[in-house]
């Protein structure tokens, strides 16, 4: 079975890989903070730099809504984009941090990361679940 990084470009595969590990991070780091985060997006500008896209408050679905609308009103400035928020894996109910990426070049993803807060409020992760899904900004 062929993977996803056989489609699109090495370029591609970076600019992914590096909105993945950003986007993590900053998830990760901010339950560690303050045990929650509100739904972000990022992209990768057209120059090859990495940005986030300011979400008002509301749902993760909403914002998940939200984010493809506006990420798609700047696809001539940027070559990718992540849309991050918080979610509940069916199987288990336990929480994760949800991740979908999507390139120009006609790539969409799903990373799904379980965690859970230690007694310290440090995060535990378990592996990464990823998907390729339906483009929703180069669509």
Do not use: C
């Not at 730099?49 to 939200?66: F, H, I, K, Y």
């Not at 390139?103 to 310290?120: F, K, M, Q, S, T």
């Not at 409020?121 to 390729?132: F, I, K, N, R, S």
């Amino acid at each position: 079975m062929a993977s996803w990084r056989d489609r699109v470009s090495e370029p591609a595969q970076e600019d992914l890989d590096g909105l993945l590990d950003t986007a993590l991070t900053l998830a990760e780091g901010r339950l560690e903070t303050t045990g929650a985060f509100s739904p972000f997006a990022l992209v990768v500008k057209v120059s090859g730099v990495t940005d986030m896209v300011a979400l008002p408050p509301m749902t993760a679905r909403q914002a998940q809504q939200m984010s493809y609308e506006v990420l798609g009103g700047m696809r001539s400035e940027i070559r990718a984009a992540a849309v991050v928020l918080g979610s509940a894996l069916p199987e288990s109910g336990a929480e994760a941090i949800d991740v979908f990426l999507e390139h120009a070049e006609g790539i969409a993803l799903n990373v799904l990361e379980p965690y859970r807060l230690d007694d310290d409020g440090d995060v535990v992760t378990d592996g990464l679940e990823a998907h390729t899904v339906r483009r929703r900004i180069w669509n």
